[in-house]
Antibody, heavy 120, light 108 residues
Framework: QVQLVESGGGVVQPGRSLRLSCAAS????????MHWVRQAPGKGLEWVAL????????YSVDSVKGRFTISRDNSKNTLYLQMNSLRDEDTAVYYC??????????????WGQGTMVTVS | EIVLTQSPGTLSLSPGERVTLSCRAS???????LAWYQQKPGQAPRLLIY???GRATGIPDRFSGSGSGTDFTLTISRLEPEDFAMYYC?????????FGPGTKVDIK
């Protein structure tokens, strides 16, 4: 069964750090771009970051540049999001998601259940 | 950065009705890199449409997508009870791969 499971969320004080993980099963992430998307309570979806299939390219939204780092360990079939200098406005459910096909420009076809990050 | 606008914000409809949701981009979305997602409360989003008009795996054929350039549409031919949800468009032609603000389809 193709599945993504996020972990690492929790309550953290402003200015502190947190690392999220996303473990994949039922497929190999090494051939897909992988994304993080977040959703603040009661709000819409916000795309956060993408790492290409081999980690050679990384893209992120301006609001997290210099603070968040997306990475991947294909040998562990796992995606990460290192979040530093956290702010109140980073409070959200964080979803990891898989690109539909090979390449960076893809819709997101598999999503995890999300992990909640509360900055307070 | 491309900005996506969705209209209307909310639609109140009855089962069996036809629905047309709009997504407009501030600049052309290259090569139809436009997707639609459905999200229900407490659940992760689900991919419905990719590449403007391609139906994702397992998506019923009552869902269809169309458009080009800056104007895109998601159509649900006949609303089923399980279709009442939030709908988001997303462009993935250039970073940041932004989402629109969403349209809520609720029961009249």
């Amino acid at each position: 069964q193709v599945q993504l499971v996020e972990s690492g969320g929790g309550v953290v004080q402003p200015g502190r750090s947190l690392r999220l993980s996303c473990a994949a099963s039922g497929f190999t992430i090494s051939t897909y771009g992988m994304h993080w998307v977040r959703q603040a309570p009661g709000k819409g979806l916000e795309w956060v970051a993408l790492t290409s299939y081999d980690g050679s390219n990384r893209y992120s939204v301006d609001s997290v540049k210099g603070r968040f780092t997306i990475s991947r360990d294909n040998s562990k079939n796992t995606l990460y999001l290192q979040m530093n200098s956290l702010r109140d406005e980073d409070t959200a459910v964080y979803y990891c998601a898989k690109g539909l096909a090979w390449g960076d420009k893809n819709a997101l076809d598999i999503w995890g259940q999300g992990t909640m990050v509360t900055v307070s | 950065e491309i900005v996506l606008t969705q209209s209307p914000g909310t639609l109140s409809l009855s089962p069996g009705e036809r629905v047309t949701l709009s997504c407009r981009a501030s600049q052309s979305v290259g090569s139809s890199y436009l997707a639609w997602y459905q999200q229900k409360p407490g659940q992760a989003p689900r991919l419905l449409i990719y590449g403007t008009s391609g139906r994702a795996t397992g998506i019923p054929d009552r869902f269809s997508g169309s458009g080009s350039g800056t104007d895109f549409t998601l159509t649900i031919s006949r609303l089923e009870p399980e279709d009442f949800a939030m709908y988001y468009c997303q462009q993935y032609g250039s970073s940041p791969f932004v989402f629109g603000p969403g349209t809520k389809v609720d029961i009249k």
